[in-house]
Each structure stands twice: as structure tokens, then as C-alpha cells.
């Protein structure tokens, strides 16, 4: 697999519609930059404070998008980059956020209740695809930063 930087990362900011008896929040069409095709789409819960990490997909391209609550999503490229990469979704920044194949990432609710994560996927979940490591094994600070 080539090298892959992590600002191959996409953000794109997403269209939230008024409309009466509720507003109209866009995800993600065809025609979009991100897009690379439909395997499935689902959600994840994150509690306050909560860490997801690390996870790294082999072939999958995620499509995050935080509809409910504030997630700060955190990037890595343990090969040849050093640093992380930090952006936060949510009520205030409706955007989503499209991750190439190869990318440690891990994500922390940072709301004062539950958000949701929205990940539109190129493809089916495959556990056999996905690396994982445990929190400590990548150094990041994930001291709370509730909202």
C-alpha cells in the first residue's frame, strides 16, 4: 500500500436546510468529492469523554459525519509522518470528513451528552480489514475537553 499523508484527508462542509418542523441536514450525494462508492452506511454512539482508538482500515474509505452532539476526531500516520491531525464535528461545524484507507484515527466525544457518528462506507465492515492498537500504543492526549 502507498504512503498515505494525512492531508489526503477531505473536509467538506455539509448543507443544513431550515425547514418547518425541522431542519434538513445533508450527508453525502454520489456526486460528492469523497465518494468513492456505497458498501454501508451506520452509526456509533460516543458517550461524554469516551475514546474510540486506534483503528486503522486496510481498504474501507469512511465518510464521518456527526449529526447529534461533538466528536473530535484525531488522525496518525505512523510511517514516515509524525504528528496527528485534529478536527471536530458537530452541531457548530456540519461538515464530513472523508478518510482514506491507512490512517490511524480514534475519535472522543467531547459533548456534554452522547453524539452521534454517522461513517457512510465503501464498503461492507470487514473485521479481517481493520488494524487495531490500544489507546496507550499511539502517545496522544485524550484529557477531556467537554463542551
Known amino acids: 500500500m502507498d504512503e498515505i499523508k494525512l492531508d489526503q484527508i477531505l473536509v467538506t462542509s455539509l ?3 431550515p425547514a418547518s418542523g425541522g431542519d434538513v441536514m445533508h450527508a453525502m450525494k454520489n456526486s460528492d468529492m469523497g465518494y ?3 458498501g454501508e452506511a451506520y452509526f ?3 458517550n461524554p469523554g469516551a475514546v474510540k482508538a486506534w483503528k486503522n482500515h486496510q481498504r474501507m474509505t469512511m465518510n464521518l459525519v456527526v449529526p447529534i452532539g461533538q466528536v473530535r476526531f484525531v488522525f ?3 510511517s514516515t509522518e509524525t504528528g496527528f491531525r485534529e478536527e471536530i ?3 457548530a461545524r456540519y461538515a464530513r470528513v472523508t478518510v482514506p484507507p491507512g490512517i490511524w484515527f480514534g ?3 467531547i459533548a456534554k451528552s452522547s453524539s452521534l457518528v454517522l461513517n457512510i462506507a465503501d464498503i461492507q465492515h470487514d473485521q479481517k480489514e481493520c488494524l487495531r492498537k490500544d489507546t496507550r500504543e499511539i502517545p496522544f492526549n ?3 475537553k467537554l463542551s
Do not use: A, I, M, Y
Open 142 to 144: 485524550w484529557s477531556n
Open 36 to 38: 468513492t462508492g456505497f
Open 107 to 109: 475519535f472522543q466525544g
Open 15 to 17: 448543507d443544513r436546510v
Open 89 to 91: 464535528l458537530g452541531s
Open 76 to 78: 496518525c500516520s505512523l
Open 44 to 46: 456509533s454512539w460516543v
